[in-house]
């Protein structure tokens, strides 16, 4: 099940962790890269490894730009699923933002 975050979740995350959207950049990208290489690992599309990692990684920089440049919103909405729950999202904020 994807967590699906509301404005006021939102906003209540955004508060609890004092969030602005330079802190979520590299959590974005961390996780757009980390979907890439198990796209390299797995199945590639027929592509050799190297064209594989160039591409899905090429694809990943852009993906992670364009959550980034969406604002903390649309970041924590894509990292709520990515997490796949909330609790998930909160214990990763946790541990970057203590």
Do not use: W
């Not at 890439?36 to 992670?64: C, I, T, W």
């Amino acid at each position: 099940m994807t967590a699906h975050l509301t404005d006021a979740g939102i906003d209540e995350i955004t508060r609890e962790f004092s969030l602005t959207e330079d802190d979520l950049d590299e959590l974005v990208h961390d996780a757009c890269s980390s979907t890439a290489s198990n796209k390299v690992n797995g199945d590639r599309d027929g592509l050799d490894f190297l064209a594989a990692y160039d591409q899905f990684h090429d694809e990943a920089e852009q993906r992670a730009s364009s959550i980034n440049n969406s604002g903390t919103s649309g970041q924590l909405r894509f990292l709520a699923a990515f997490c796949g729950t909330t609790q998930a999202l909160r214990s990763l904020l946790q541990d970057r933002h203590p």
